[in-house]
């Protein structure tokens, strides 16, 4: 890799680590919900009117992808970090790759070695430790909220590898646009205050929303869909180990969160067992 692109891959888990912080401060000014269909609407509006439109063979993944990387991800998660913290949250989503590669076997075919298998299980011991935090063991819905999360974002990678190759603004144009009426329908049905958040909303919900937009999206998943299309996987996957470095750290500077032992302990085992499954992926065909 060279000196940019290096730039470049540290860049991508900077922006999406703070996007921890923008978040958390965006669910506290809007539903949550809400929140995330004005994100998904603001990047459609963004992208669709300058991309292809999807095939008919395109648009039935693409509608699939949508619902478990827009509605089921995305909405679980929003939701489980404003009821939890932006810390426990980092290491939770840390079980998307292990849940990614439990999936590419029987969806796509491809057996992980034994030391892969071991990295898996070294990450849900991870979260299993964080698990039995005290905060946690009273009130898991907000860990079980970002587990789910992590486990439809998996689907939807693995839906987007077996139906693919996809053009990448393409797909993230009309997956939002997509999006749209699925995180509206959930926000009518389950939340109030919709209205009343617009006009309520001091300019930190704004600019949470903003980043969330800009920040950590087109420019995030810009800059990440370019190094895929540069440079070999093997080489760039690692550096989404450092997400959760940066969530952390941005959630104990600007969120107030403790840094306990359990935390300490059973992050550093979640994020080595990713790094197994993510640096060393040994992946056969069956």
């Known amino acids: 890799?060279?000196?940019?692109?290096?730039?470049?891959?540290?860049?991508?888990?900077?922006?999406?680590?703070?996007?921890?912080?923008?978040?958390?401060?965006?669910?506290?000014?809007?539903?949550?919900?809400?929140?995330?269909?004005?994100?998904?609407?603001?990047?459609?509006?963004?992208?669709?009117?300058?991309?292809?439109?999807?095939?008919?063979?395109?648009?039935?993944?693409?509608?699939?992808?949508?619902?478990?990387?827009?509605?089921?991800?995305?909405?679980?998660?929003?939701?489980?970090?404003?009821?939890?913290?932006?810390?426990?949250?980092?290491?939770?989503?840390?079980?998307?790759?292990?849940?990614?590669?439990?999936?590419?076997?029987?969806?796509?075919?491809?057996?992980?070695?034994?030391?892969?298998?071991?990295?898996?299980?070294?990450?849900?011991?991870?979260?299993?430790?964080?698990?039995?935090?005290?905060?946690?063991?009273?009130?898991?819905?907000?860990?079980?909220?970002?587990?789910?999360?992590?486990?439809?974002?998996?689907?939807?990678?693995?839906?987007?590898?077996?139906?693919?190759?996809?053009?990448p603004l393409m797909l993230m144009g009309w997956s939002s646009l997509l999006t749209v009426p699925q995180v509206m329908l959930m926000s009518l049905l389950l939340e109030y205050g919709q209205l009343t958040s617009l006009v309520a909303a001091d300019e930190r919900g704004w600019l949470a929303l903003a980043y969330t937009i800009f920040i950590g999206g087109i420019v995030g998943f810009g800059l990440w869909f370019w190094l895929i299309g540069r440079c070999s996987m093997g080489r760039v996957a690692p550096f989404g180990l450092l997400i959760p470095v940066f969530a952390l750290i941005s959630s104990v500077l600007f969120l107030g969160d403790r840094m306990t032992p359990k935390l300490i302990f059973g992050g550093a085992l979640a994020i080595s067992g990713v790094a197994i499954t993510q640096i060393r992926p040994s992946m056969r065909p069956i």
């Open 1 to 167: 890799m060279s000196a940019i692109q290096i730039v470049c891959a540290v860049a991508v888990p900077l922006l999406w680590g703070y996007q921890f912080v923008a978040i958390k401060v965006g669910v506290t000014e809007f539903p949550p919900l809400f929140f995330l269909a004005l994100r998904f609407m603001a990047i459609a509006l963004l992208l669709v009117p300058f991309v292809k439109r999807p095939t008919p063979q395109q648009f039935g993944p693409i509608a699939a992808i949508s619902i478990f990387l827009g509605g089921l991800n995305f909405g679980l998660f929003y939701v489980g970090l404003g009821l939890g913290s932006g810390s426990m949250s980092a290491v939770a989503y840390q079980l998307a790759p292990p849940f990614t590669v439990l999936l590419a076997w029987p969806l796509l075919a491809e057996r992980p070695s034994l030391t892969t298998c071991a990295g898996v299980v070294l990450a849900f011991i991870g979260v299993i430790v964080l698990a039995t935090e005290p905060d946690l063991s009273a009130n898991p819905l907000p860990l079980l909220l970002v587990v789910g999360a992590a486990f439809a974002f998996a689907v939807s990678t693995v839906l987007t590898k077996r139906y693919g190759p996809f053009d």
